[in-house]
């Protein structure tokens, strides 16, 4: 089989034949690539720069001990808080705000489109994360960047402030309904001293309400906590429903922890029915309460972080409330047994008074515990107040978006150019093509490389479109030719 090789010349000889088509498939392709990008709506993209600070527990937790521990939980982390900015929550949020004014529905974005407007980009070995939005107009790209973010921080101040915001909700409540009963309470008191006109009460009665004032006092106190701390547990519980983590922590020491606490609380009861809150034992109890609560806090952060490091920040925090609650819960139940067994101890006792003596220590004292119970309420309430407010949150923004100057789409130059390239290739590949397919014989040198045979002579084709004077030419040529040769044959 003969191997057929490329000639440098006839590949010129095909490039120069063909030239006005190859030109032509260039001019098109460039003109299409010109014509589309003129007509292609630009597209502006706006950035920002998030950072998201990686919370303490999780650098002193066992993770911090392995190898690219920390940097694993940070790369979970900034994939958590991304999934969290592109949510439908957020999302549709930003689509509500930036489009409230735009009467043309078609130019409103469902939650689909908008989210394929969204870019983001977590920066290696870096707490930052890049966010890009993209617009029809450097104003709209701008817009919807910062509105992004805004409404992303205002999701996640909700998210890890949910737990104060229900605790200052609902002591405010309680609040209002026990500044009515304090009134109510004070009016019986003084209708009741106006009734059986008694001026001030026996110093036997006084003293006798003095000395329960201190449980009167813890019983309004744990009346106060035991609503909080179950307020804290029903937040926190909804919002894990919602995930479902389907994880539960705990350790021998967190239920000794508890059992600690609840016998603690039990023994404060004890001893404020004996000595004043100002009596060493009490002072003592009240710092152990203290310090036990602390260590079961650590205890219970150390478990989730350990068995829980899957989670995200939110959920583990979320989860650790959820514990603390229920364990204050456990000890305030335990703490309103024993108060009540004192309290029903000090009904017996005041029962020995004479009845007016005794119906003005009960309304004395039905109005000490519900002044006791608002001023708690209220000290609460304030509590609740300041720490919404300076609850942290692990996002800060680095650089708001700024418009941007051009758009990065359609890229005219570098479709044009793309453009070009792909037009030469086209038309070249297209000359050879259709030379390759036209297997007519042209030339003596196309007779001999397709029929191995040497060519003696040609005849020219006068059918062909040729004009007159090259016929006439041809002719002359011809008899020149045929001279010669019979000249030639003479002399011989």
């Not at 200052?168 to 309470?185: A, D, T």
């Not at 086209?426 to 000359?431: D, M, Q, S, V, Y």
């Not at 397709?450 to 084709?461: A, C, F, T």
């Amino acid at each position: 089989m003969e191997e057929t090789t490329i000639d440098l010349k006839d590949i010129i000889k095909t490039i120069k034949k063909r030239r006005g088509m190859i030109i032509k498939v260039f001019l098109g392709m460039v003109t299409l690539a010109v014509i589309i990008s003129f007509l292609i709506p630009p597209t502006y993209e706006a950035e920002t720069n998030l950072r998201i600070k990686q919370p303490k527990g999780l650098a002193n937790s066992l993770l911090g001990d392995l190898p690219m521990g920390n940097m694993g939980a940070t790369k979970q982390l900034m994939s958590t808080y991304a999934e969290i900015l592109k949510s439908r929550t957020v999302v549709q949020a930003v689509i509500d705000k930036v489009f409230a004014d735009e009467k043309d529905e078609e130019k409103i974005p469902n939650y689909d489109q908008m989210l394929k407007r969204i870019t983001t980009q977590p920066v290696k070995d870096t707490e930052i994360l890049k966010i890009k939005v993209t617009g029809r107009s450097p104003d709209e790209a701008e817009l919807l960047a910062n509105t992004l973010v805004d409404t992303f921080n205002e999701r996640m101040t909700y998210l890890v402030r949910s737990e104060q915001t229900t605790i200052r909700e609902f002591i405010g409540e309680r609040l209002k309904e026990s500044k009515k009963e304090l009134e109510q309470s004070e009016a019986v008191l003084e209708k009741y001293k106006r009734e059986q006109k008694i001026v001030a009460p026996e110093a036997e009665t006084k003293a006798m309400v003095d000395k329960y004032a201190d449980i009167d006092k813890l019983a309004a106190e744990n009346t106060v906590a035991m609503a909080a701390a179950q307020a804290k547990l029903g937040a926190s519980q909804q919002q894990l429903n919602k995930e479902k983590p389907g994880f539960v922590a705990d350790s021998p020491l967190i239920q000794q922890y508890k059992l600690n606490l609840a016998e603690l609380e039990v023994k404060l009861v004890s001893l404020s029915s004996r000595y004043t809150e100002k009596h060493p034992e009490v002072i003592a109890t009240r710092a152990a309460i203290t310090e036990t609560n602390g260590r079961l806090s650590s205890e219970i952060s150390r478990v989730i972080s350990k068995d829980a490091a899957s989670m995200n920040p939110i959920h583990q925090g979320l989860l650790q409330i959820q514990i603390e609650s229920e364990a204050e819960i456990a000890a305030r139940s335990a703490q309103s047994q024993a108060i009540k067994g004192i309290i029903n101890s000090s009904e017996q006792e005041l029962s020995k008074l004479p009845g007016k003596e005794l119906g003005l220590a009960k309304v004395m004292r039905d109005a000490a515990v519900n002044q006791e119970i608002y001023i708690m309420l209220a000290k609460r309430h304030e509590e609740a107040r300041i720490s919404e407010v300076m609850e942290p949150t692990d996002v800060q923004v680095i650089d708001k978006a700024d418009s941007p100057e051009k758009p990065i789409s359609p890229k005219k130059t570098l479709n044009v150019i793309i453009a070009a390239i792909l037009g030469l290739f086209i038309g070249t590949g297209l000359a050879f093509l259709l030379e390759y397919m036209n297997k007519t014989v042209r030339t003596a040198d196309d007779v001999e490389q397709y029929l191995d045979l040497p060519v003696l002579g040609s005849i020219p084709d006068f059918n062909s479109k040729v004009t007159i004077e090259e016929k006439i030419g041809i002719w002359s040529k011809i008899k020149q030719i045929a001279g010669a040769n019979s000249k030639v044959g003479g002399e011989r």
